[in-house]
């Protein structure tokens, strides 16, 4: 090994930077991560399995995803004038925007939201720009207006609902962002099996905006699937910055066979959505806890009379893993986010909170 020091070889935004933080979660129950608690069942999987002794493993992947396209295309109801593209996740989907702008772009979000949207930028060397949001969470209109304004940003991420606040901002609002903007406006609506609405077909109205989702949180968190729909000019481009084979014969194939079971998955969500309403209740009844509505698969809430750090601490003594996101934006002070598992494992965290609250 050479005693040089080769990082220095790296940019500074990526040496001073630190990698995405995953904790090891073995032996808790995780409720840190916006997964979908239940699983496919044995009748799906027997299926799945016989799928699989089909693959030619040793061949490329289809570069054109056939097949994909055509279940995604009906399964989501994709307005037939938008193009797609998929990424593994939609995170790389983001990065696939964030590499096609020209150099210098801006990329403007409200904050506090995803990460990724800032992390990314940082590590193109693009400027990111982040208006903050009211206290309550709700959209500064005339703050976004009059930065969108001074910046004329290339892209702009709206996480709708956003993630780490569980809140879906008035559609009138985005229509007024996308308005506003000459830049690409992203709806990013990762949580949308949670939501009420979403502007998939509002999108043929605007073509300076692209609908983002993903199967993650819909309970194919492992698998890695994300699809961006707009305008097909823009797509094309896309499409060049795109790897040929980033979505793996594996993955094509799994997800066309659960596009063809989605009811699975429907049913499982709107479990979730149950036990979410029956958490924000509970939650709602502590006297020391501030809590927000939520339209995605996970609350936000705030603890007023302990630090955000001493629960998320003893929840970890109690083998429970939540997100403590109370640094990551002056907003956030004393948040904590828990994400909706099994009516058994919601119950649990429920009760211990509440005894750590006594304490
Ligand atoms: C989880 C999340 C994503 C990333 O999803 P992947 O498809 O798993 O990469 C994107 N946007 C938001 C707002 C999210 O919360």
């Given at each position: 090994m050479s005693d040089k020091n080769l990082a220095v070889l790296f940019k500074s935004a990526v040496i001073d930077s630190h990698a995405y933080h995953v904790p090891d979660a073995s032996g808790f129950i995780k409720l840190d991560a916006m997964e979908n608690p239940y699983s496919l069942n044995d009748e799906?999987?027997?299926?799945?399995?016989?799928?699989?002794?089909?693959?030619?493993?040793?061949?490329?992947?289809?570069?054109?995803?056939?097949?994909?396209?055509?279940?995604?295309?009906?399964?989501?109801?994709?307005?037939?004038?938008?193009?797609?593209?998929?990424?593994?996740?939609?995170?790389?989907?983001?990065?696939?925007?964030l590499i096609a702008l020209r150099s210098n772009a801006k990329v403007m979000s409200p904050v506090p939201t995803f990460v990724m949207y800032q992390y990314l930028s940082n590590m193109l060397g693009l400027r990111f720009i982040g208006v903050p949001l009211n206290e309550d969470f709700s959209l500064n209109i005339p703050l976004m207006l009059e930065e969108i304004n001074e910046h004329q940003p290339e892209i702009i991420f709206l996480a709708w609902p956003n993630n780490p606040t569980g809140i879906a901002y008035p559609k009138e609002e985005l229509i007024q962002i996308i308005q506003a903007s000459v830049g690409l406006v992203i709806i990013d609506e990762a949580y949308n099996a949670f939501a009420d609405d979403s502007m998939l077909d509002a999108i043929k109205d605007y073509p300076n905006a692209m609908v983002m989702?993903?199967?993650?949180?819909?309970?194919?968190?492992?698998?890695?699937?994300?699809?961006?729909?707009?305008?097909?000019?823009?797509?094309?481009?896309?499409?060049?910055?795109?790897?040929?084979?980033?979505?793996?014969?594996?993955?094509?194939?799994?997800?066309?066979?659960?596009?063809?079971?989605?009811?699975?998955?429907?049913?499982?969500?709107?479990?979730?959505?149950?036990?979410?309403?029956?958490?924000?209740?509970?939650?709602q009844q502590l006297e020391t806890v501030e809590v927000w509505t939520s339209n995605t698969n996970f609350i936000l809430f705030r603890v007023t009379d302990h630090s955000a750090n001493e629960i998320h601490e003893a929840l970890l003594e109690n083998k429970i893993l939540i997100k403590n996101v109370s640094m990551a934006h002056p907003l956030l002070k004393g948040c904590l986010r828990v994400t909706i598992g099994t009516e058994n494992e919601n119950k649990t965290f429920v009760n211990v909170l509440k005894s750590i609250l006594r304490s």
């Open positions: 799906f999987k027997q299926l799945w399995f016989d799928a699989l002794n089909h693959v030619e493993i040793n061949r490329y992947p289809d570069a054109f995803l056939k097949e994909l396209v055509t279940s995604i295309r009906s399964t989501f109801n994709i307005p037939i004038e938008a193009g797609l593209v998929f990424g593994n996740g939609s995170d790389e989907l983001i990065q696939i925007l989702r993903t199967l993650s949180k819909l309970g194919l968190a492992g698998l890695r699937l994300g699809f961006l729909a707009g305008d097909q000019s823009l797509i094309s481009e896309l499409e060049k910055v795109r790897m040929p084979y980033n979505i793996g014969t594996l993955n094509q194939l799994t997800v066309s066979l659960v596009c063809k079971h989605i009811d699975i998955l429907y049913k499982q969500t709107e479990l979730i959505r149950q036990q979410r309403n029956v958490m924000l209740n509970q939650l």
